[in-house]
């Protein structure tokens, strides 16, 4: 009997004892469900928080949830929103409407989705916004999930998009414009050559008449450049190095301070020129480039302040970026014309500008991967901010290569005609290299034989041999010296062939004389 009993109570513990080791592992696994919902609901919590955008939850007209950017749009905190009424919230005079929208969504009534709106904030302001409304079941109850947008932010980005579709189109227009002007521009200055060296110079009206022709060519010569520059949509990366801003900044206001003083005395009025100039980490691009942008807004800003006043410049460094500050107490800018401003060709100056600075400006600031903002009111004056991205100190170089002295640097240019055989032999030998020239490619090919040289500058419309035969040649000679080819503007597919050549930097007709000199100075 005895035997019996004890089996019996064997047998129940056992079965207490696997019913534990159930109940355990139940628990375990309701545990790991439980750890798993807390970490899905603490993501959709961090992924709520994180919308960009406004975000209430409403039922019936209580506030029940808000979200971080819209605590943020209106200035309160959570416990001053939830489980007051939304309506408190919406400017007195649009309160019925908002208040017949919110009972006929749930309804099913016919009501539009997006509507505008004045949401007043916790600082007595109101707020401009796009509400757009969602029904939902929360919690077995019908609810409403708004969503607030500010105009200001929507228009924004319109703005930006409209911008943007510009850009692109004028792109196109400013490329083919600047190819089509080039053969022009070299046929216009071949001939007025011609004709000069064969011109009676006592013949004062035709002298003056190919100065004036020449004056044209110049000024188109500039607007090609402008247009080239316009249409470009990346950097050359032959050009791009680090820069220190607050040294540009300062050589900028260097050559513009005599411009400037010069305008003041015309006029005679006064202009304050100041800088405010803290030191940023350096910024990654095409030191001439960004130079042109803040002497451009430079000007600009001079030209902003007929009777005078104070041009002030500032640098900072702020989240990343580094932000030029150009400041004046100019005519300020009227609203109706703020859209156009950066434009290609829209301009205030009537016949004393082609309005290609701004625009300029704010494509070699795009390309830069950089911003440009421009804040203005009628007699108030302007601020322009130029922002760039900085460079991290990880994709800083760790030394500097010594570069070679500009004294000790032979070069070749091997190019037929005249007048930029000429110019570039001046410039150059201005910036203290030493250069020998050639008309053709058998007489290039000769001096190299007899003389070193450390960069070849060549047409590719060498006399003897075309540009890609003219560099395998010269490579064959010397197969480390760097090459500079001087083209037109050539298909896409004509400029890689060259590339394949093994040619170092190509530069496009017609030459800006300034910007060879810097990629050279880097090439060497």
């Given at each position: 009997?005895?035997t019996?009993?004890?089996?019996?109570?064997?047998?129940r513990?056992?079965?207490?004892r696997?019913?534990?080791?159930?109940?355990?592992?139940k628990?375990?696994?309701i545990?790991?469900?439980?750890k798993?919902?807390?970490?899905?609901?603490?993501?959709?919590?961090?992924?709520?928080?994180s919308?960009?955008?406004?975000?209430?939850?409403?039922?019936?007209?209580?506030?029940?949830d808000v979200?971080?950017?819209a605590?943020?749009?209106?200035?309160?905190?959570?416990?001053?929103?939830?489980?007051?009424?939304?309506?408190?919230?919406?400017?007195?005079?649009?309160?019925?409407?908002v208040?017949?929208?919110?009972?006929k969504?749930?309804?099913?009534k016919?009501m539009?989705?997006?509507?505008?709106?004045?949401?007043v904030?916790?600082?007595?302001?109101?707020?401009?916004?796009?509400v757009?409304?969602s029904k939902?079941r929360?919690?077995?109850?019908?609810?409403l999930?708004?969503?607030?947008t500010?105009?200001e932010?929507r228009?924004?980005?319109e703005?930006?998009?409209?911008q943007t579709k510009k850009?692109?189109?004028?792109t196109l227009?400013?490329s083919?414009?600047?190819?089509?002007?080039?053969?022009?521009?070299?046929?216009?200055?071949?001939n007025t050559?011609?004709?000069r060296e064969?011109?009676?110079?006592?013949?004062?009206a035709?002298?003056?008449?190919?100065?004036?022709?020449?004056?044209?060519a110049?000024?188109?010569?500039?607007?090609?450049?402008?247009l080239d520059?316009f249409?470009?949509?990346?950097?050359d990366?032959?050009?791009?190095?680090?820069?220190?801003?607050?040294k540009?900044?300062?050589?900028?206001v260097?050559?513009?301070?005599?411009?400037?003083k010069n305008y003041?005395?015309k006029?005679g009025?006064?202009?304050?020129l100041k800088t405010?100039?803290r030191?940023?980490?350096?910024?990654?691009?095409d030191?001439?480039?960004?130079?042109?942008v803040i002497?451009?807004t430079?000007i600009n800003?001079?030209?902003a302040m007929?009777?005078?006043?104070?041009l002030?410049?500032t640098?900072e460094?702020?989240?990343?970026?580094?932000h030029?500050?150009?400041?004046?107490?100019g005519?300020?800018?009227p609203?109706?014309?703020?859209?156009n401003?950066?434009?290609?060709?829209?301009t205030?100056k009537?016949?004393?500008g082609?309005?290609?600075?701004?625009?300029?400006?704010y494509?070699?600031v795009?390309?830069?991967l950089?911003?440009i903002?421009?804040?203005?009111?009628?007699?108030?004056?302007?601020i322009?901010?130029?922002?760039?991205p900085c460079?991290?100190?990880?994709?800083?170089?760790?030394?500097?290569?010594?570069?070679r002295?500009?004294?000790n640097?032979?070069?070749l240019?091997?190019?037929?005609?005249?007048?930029i055989?000429e110019?570039l032999?001046q410039?150059l030998g201005?910036?203290?290299?030493?250069?020998?020239?050639?008309?053709?490619a058998?007489?290039?090919l000769?001096?190299?034989?007899?003389?070193?040289?450390?960069?070849?500058?060549?047409d590719?419309?060498?006399?003897?041999?075309?540009?890609q035969?003219l560099?395998?040649k010269?490579?064959?000679?010397?197969?480390?010296?760097p090459?500079?080819?001087?083209?037109?503007y050539?298909?896409?597919?004509?400029l890689?062939a060259?590339?394949?050549a093994?040619?170092?930097?190509?530069?496009?007709?017609?030459i800006?004389?300034n910007?060879l000199?810097n990629?050279?100075?880097d090439?060497i």
């Open positions: 009997m005895q019996k009993e004890q089996e019996y109570w064997e047998k513990l056992k079965k207490i696997e019913e534990r080791q159930a109940i355990k592992e628990l375990a696994s545990k790991k469900e439980n798993a919902l807390q970490k899905a609901l603490k993501f959709k919590n961090n992924l709520y928080h919308i960009p955008f406004g975000i209430i939850l409403i039922q019936g007209d209580v506030i029940i979200n971080e950017a605590l943020d749009q209106m200035g309160y905190g959570a416990e001053e929103m939830i489980g007051r009424d939304f309506l408190s919230f919406v400017h007195p005079k649009e309160q019925m409407d208040r017949n929208r919110i009972k969504r749930p309804s099913g016919w539009t989705d997006l509507y505008e709106t004045n949401i904030a916790k600082n007595g302001g109101t707020l401009c916004c796009d757009g409304m939902i929360l919690n077995g109850r019908w609810g999930l708004l969503s607030l500010r105009i932010d228009k924004k980005r703005k930006e998009m409209i850009t692109e189109a004028l227009m400013a083919g414009l600047a190819r089509n002007f080039s053969p022009n521009l070299d046929a216009i200055a071949t050559r011609n004709i064969g011109a009676d110079k006592e013949n004062k035709l002298m003056d008449g190919l100065n004036n022709i020449e004056y044209a110049s000024q188109l010569l500039k607007t090609t450049r402008q520059g249409s470009r949509t990346h950097t990366p032959l050009d791009v190095t680090l820069i220190d801003l607050k540009m900044v300062k050589d900028s260097s050559l513009t301070e005599p411009m400037v003041a005395e006029r009025v006064q202009i304050n405010y100039l030191s940023v980490s350096p910024i990654e691009g030191p001439s480039e960004i130079q042109d002497m451009n430079i800003a001079m030209d007929p009777e005078g006043g104070d002030y410049l640098t460094e702020n989240s990343g970026l580094a030029i500050y150009i400041q004046d107490s005519v300020g800018i609203d109706h014309i703020k859209e401003i950066f434009d290609p060709c829209f205030t009537g016949n004393y082609i309005g290609l600075g701004l625009s300029q400006s494509a070699i795009k390309r830069h950089g911003d903002e421009i804040s203005s009111n009628k007699d108030q004056g302007t322009t901010t130029i922002k760039l460079v991290s100190q990880e994709r800083r170089p760790k030394r500097r290569v010594p570069r002295k500009i004294k640097v032979h070069i240019i091997i190019e037929d005609d005249d007048m055989r110019l032999s410039l201005c910036k203290g290299y030493k250069v020998v020239t050639a008309t053709s058998l007489e290039g000769n001096k190299m034989k007899r003389k070193e040289f450390h960069v070849i500058i060549a590719s419309k060498t006399p003897g041999v075309n540009g035969a560099i395998k010269i490579k064959k000679i010397k197969s480390d010296i090459f500079v080819l001087i083209s037109e050539e298909a896409r597919e004509s890689s060259v590339n394949k093994a040619s170092d930097l190509i530069v496009n007709k017609p800006d004389m910007k000199v990629q050279l100075s090439l």
